[in-house]
């Protein structure tokens, strides 16, 4: 028998299927793996170092750039931080407006996360059927924030604006017809609540085509059955949140057990996995989108019946009104210390965390009572689970680190930082 | 929605006279207590292990560099009239060039700690345990690697941004800078501009380190403010 030697290969950073800027060193013997060394880093900002030399409103539009597939849950965990260490409440309406924006925002990532687990195992059409959802999803991000991504939406005390009346719609061009135009803007004529409706109406049957093409596809299967798996008790050494460790069997989920905003208000369910494998944490993330979709729907119910506020009206916390500064000395005076200095945070440490669509996104805000924070260290879910890769891909096929990297989502963005 | 196994404060109290009496320890705040460097190792495996209490999961670690704590930028007590450039000519935090960053800083009793985010998933209870390291020139902790495994990475980014060593880490090597970067980034003596920046040099045909040419500069002092309800915010 030939001898086999071990040998050790280079992975990224510019591979497709590495998510970004993975560098692996990769111990191989034969097609086996034997150790998985990643070299993260190559996204390297210094959120965390920037954040520090800025006071605490200018650094809202870094964190929708931390997990770029899941902006405004980033933003959610700072904002949350933020306000629980300045002890403010905020209106009851930007509390549903802010949830259904995580749900939206759940929707969104785990469509990027199915299309891209998909693509790199195999399956093309599932990345552009999930790519045709995500296109509506962010038309809601623009019609709220004015951009499709990095929305900037959250702002401590609230939202930065109420949710609006009208939908943009599509504009006749050489390349859309006026047909074509009428048909695309068909759910588009009402409120934004409405669009958002329709959505809801039309995902469930969505989730159903990506699971026919894919639940029970053999080939499928055979790429994530018995793959990657992790026990109970290793998923907790290791650190794991969200999907990775319901997928292992813990229902597990601050939405349920630590909740935030109106979340004690409405109902949904947790799926949980049995087996820890790549298969299990794939269907716990399809459940999770049905019950996303169902968590939007009772939000727009709310939000359809209830006006409001969106934002709280401390002044010294949220900028008064255009015409407030322009009629009122005092107004004016807020907004110019406002955008000027911003608000000092008393001294203290706080930890906020929120179900983020990969785990448990969680902001540590330290501060000295000054109007920059001291420290600011966020815990991204996807750091300790590419930390846990090692582990993951030992005595796999080379090939099975592509279907390992897929199922732990990875954002280079967070984890980076 | 919480859950019935979540300790109250009364158990929690019987908890910590009852395990961990014999170890030094105080309230920061109600989440978060302090211990002695030296019994690092014990405490934590006692959290990790205890009955009543079980932290399965590390959540996070954060390593502060305390040595600019509650030092502002700017006098908001008393006015005078030296003008906006008090506030923004003085070398501080996130100011610091290379040449000034040494000498500048501040001593604070302890100048780094570490806090570890404890998260017992059968309690639904959080708890934050801090460190002070001991040594300000060179910091270092015990390692928690063999009590929980996700504090592997944790501790290799602590010792990459704010060069606290673990001692008893496996393998503790930089992880978030690039190879051979020089420095630790979170540190407050470190300069926010950096202090090297990156060319490609035509002539040798590779990329190549320089030091950097951007001065630094701040637009905003770091200004600290009572939460003093009587003084406005024209004060």
């Known amino acids: 028998m030939a001898e086999i030697k071990s040998f050790t290969m280079n992975f990224g950073p510019q591979h497709p299927s590495a998510h970004g800027v993975l560098r692996l060193i990769l111990e191989l013997e034969g097609e086996v793996i034997v150790r998985a060394d990643p070299h993260i880093g190559l996204l390297h900002r210094g959120t965390e170092k920037l954040a520090e030399s800025k006071p605490y409103n200018q650094s809202i539009g870094y964190m929708d750039r931390l997990d770029y597939v899941s902006m405004m849950s980033n933003e959610h965990a700072y904002v949350l931080a933020i306000e629980k260490s300045l002890g403010i409440e905020i209106p009851e309406r930007a509390k549903y407006i802010r949830v259904m924006f995580d749900e939206i925002t759940r929707i969104l990532n785990h469509l990027l996360w199915l299309g891209a687990h998909a693509l790199d195992i195999g399956a093309m059409s599932v990345f552009l059927y999930a790519f045709r959802e995500r296109e509506d999803l962010m038309d809601c991000y623009e019609a709220v924030s004015g951009t499709r991504m990095h929305a900037t939406y959250y702002r401590p005390g609230g939202v930065a604006k109420d949710l609006p009346l009208h939908m943009p719609k599509y504009e006749e061009s050489k390349w859309k017809s006026k047909k074509e135009v009428t048909k695309l803007n068909e759910s588009r004529e009402g409120t934004l609540l409405d669009f958002i409706e329709d959505f809801t109406n039309r995902f469930p049957n969505c989730v159903d085509e990506y699971e026919s093409l894919l639940t029970d596809n053999r080939i499928w299967k055979q790429r994530t059955v018995d793959i990657g798996i992790v026990t109970k008790e290793r998923a907790f050494q290791l650190g794991f949140t969200g999907p990775m460790l319901r997928g292992s069997g813990v229902a597990w989920d601050l939405r349920k057990k630590q909740p935030y905003e109106v979340y004690k208000e409405i109902d949904f369910d947790i799926p949980i996995g049995t087996n820890g494998d790549c298969y299990d944490r794939y269907l716990v993330r399809m459940e999770e989108m049905r019950q996303s979709n169902k968590i939007i729907k009772q939000c727009i119910k709310w939000l359809n019946n209830n006006s409001g506020e969106v934002i709280s009206n401390n002044n010294k916390i949220t900028p008064p009104s255009r015409d407030e500064v322009k009629e009122d000395m005092e107004s004016l005076i807020y907004h110019f210390k406002l955008f000027t200095e911003g608000y000092c945070i008393p001294e203290g440490e706080v930890y906020c965390a929120v179900e983020h669509p990969k785990g448990e996104f969680g902001v540590t805000l330290i501060s000295d009572g000054s109007n920059k924070p001291y420290r600011l260290k966020m815990r991204a879910p996807g750091f300790p689970h590419l930390a846990a890769l090692n582990e993951m891909v030992k005595g796999h096929m080379i090939s099975d680190v592509v279907a390992i990297i897929g199922t732990q989502d990875i954002v280079f963005g967070e984890i980076d930082r | ?235």
């Open chain 2, 1 to 235: 929605m919480n859950n019935k196994n979540t300790p109250n404060n009364n158990q929690l109290k019987t908890l910590f006279d009852k395990d961990f009496s014999k170890f030094c320890f105080s309230f920061e705040d109600k989440n978060t207590v302090v211990f002695e460097e030296e019994n690092l190792i014990e405490v934590m495996t006692l959290f990790h292990e205890n009955d009543l209490l079980q932290f399965e999961i590390l959540i996070d670690i954060i390593a502060v560099d305390y040595s600019d704590f509650g030092i502002s930028e700017w006098n908001a007590k008393n006015a005078n009239n030296k003008g906006y450039s008090r506030g923004i000519t003085k070398d501080s935090s996130g100011r610091y060039t290379y040449e000034t960053s040494k000498k500048n800083h501040n001593q604070p009793k302890k100048r780094f700690a570490a806090i570890y985010n404890l998260l017992s998933v059968t309690s639904n209870f959080r708890l934050n345990v801090k460190f002070y390291c001991n040594e300000d020139d060179t910091p270092s902790l015990s390692s928690v690697t063999s009590i929980w495994s996700s504090a592997d990475w944790y501790e290799r980014e602590a010792y990459d941004l704010l060069g606290i060593v673990f001692t008893g880490h496996p393998d503790l090597r930089r992880l978030l800078t690039d190879y051979g970067f020089i420095g630790h980034p979170l540190r407050k003596d470190f300069p926010l501009i950096g202090n090297v920046e990156v060319n490609y040099d035509l002539d040798k045909e590779r990329v190549v380190y320089q030091p950097v040419t951007i001065k630094p500069r701040v637009l905003i002092p770091k200004v600290i403010r009572g939460n003093d309800k009587e003084e406005g915010p024209s004060g």
